[in-house]
Structure formats: C-alpha cells, structure tokens
C-alpha cells in the first residue's frame, strides 16, 4: 500500500527542502536520490509556485526504498530543484494481504534527524527552527488507510501526515512495482505545501525557497502482522 506516495510523507511528509536566500550561496543540484527508480507524473504544483522545473527523478539500479524531496526557488535558479533526501524510513506497523490490498492499512516513521542533502549550509538551515526544527520534531508519520484498487497495478488511498506538529490528510495513488507472498514494493509521488506544515516563510526578500515541495517515495512494506 502505498504509503504515501505522497508524503511523506508527507509526507511527509511533508516538507520543505531548500533555504533561504543567506543560505543559498553554494548553488543547489538535483541529483537523484538515494535509491529506486523513476517515479510515475504527479499532480501539478500550484501556480505562482516556481515548480515549473520538473524534479531530477531518482534512477538508481538497485531498486532500494528511498524518500526524497524536491523544491525549486522563487525566482527559480538553474541547479533546480534542490533535492532533500531521508536515509532512516521505518515501518512501523503494517496490515495487508499482498495480494488483495484493499482495506490495508501501515504506519511509516521518518527520522527527521536524518535528511541528507549537498550543502552543509542548507542542511544546518533546514534543520534550524527555522524550518523543520528537527531538535523540536525529530519524527513525522504518515498513516496510511482506505486503500482501494484502481487499476491492475495503482491504488488509491488516504495518507495522513503529521509533521511538524501538524496533521493533514492527503488523498493518493500509488502503483505496485512487486508483489511478493510476505511483502509489497510501491512507489509515487505527491506534491505537498511546507506552508500547510509551518515550515519556513513566505517567499519573499529573504526567502526564495518555493512554497511547493515534490515527495518521491520508494518504499518495501511486510505485514507486521
């Protein structure tokens, strides 16, 4: 199931990678995550947000799970989008029949603590309370539910973030890479709003991180049980 195909995932979050401006000296790259393979379109970003650069998609070999984040500038800058990548993703709790996962449910924790990114700068930035305040809120969840099939490999689902000591609840698609008799490998995407979270300013004079953040997620789940 899917868990968040979003969110993180909301989703989780949830999220906003990228800096202010002060922080933005050392230009940013979209280098691919950490692992998985390209993730199918999302949904649009809103307009007067400058995701009008489309993310660099993860494209690694191995097929390993990975979280990452992706959010351009405003004004955009060339090196778009800067990309934020989660290296600790756990599944909590998981309950589903791999074979028919309608009505499954899961739980995923995100170590908060562990993002990753190119800039030592930027990295101390969104960790800051000016941001994610990883020190305050070391862990989002995303819980996952009322998970329905809607074509032969994609289901539907509601994803609840809790980030940032905020919750919202986003409505998703994920597709099923693999099936297996004791797991499931999904992966999606799913843009999210940092604004929506309390994470960061508006874009303005002194920050020119995009409001609209992409999460691109691979993820393994087995029923915990």
Known sequence: MKLFTSVVLASFLALAPACKKAAEQAPAQGS???AGSAAPAGSAAPAGSAAATEPAKPAPSDGADFLALYTPHTPAKPADPVEVRFEKITVTKAAFDPKN???GTATIEI????M??????RLAHIKSPAYFDVAKFATATIDVSNVKKNTDSTYTADAKVSL???EKTYPVTF??????D????????????R??????????????????TTVRLQLTLKPTS
């Open 101 to 103: 996962l309608e009505g």
């Open 175 to 180: 597709e099923v890479l693999e099936t297996k």
């Open 32 to 34: 691919s995550a950490a």
């Open 164 to 166: 940032h000591g905020v």
């Open 195 to 212: 604004l929506d979270f309390k994470v960061g300013k508006e874009p303005g004079a002194e920050e020119q991180v995009g409001t609209s």
């Open 182 to 193: 004791d797991s499931i490998k999904v992966r999606g995407e799913q843009v999210v709003e």
């Open 116 to 121: 990753a990114t190119d800039s030592p700068k």
């Open 111 to 114: 170590d908060l603590t562990s």
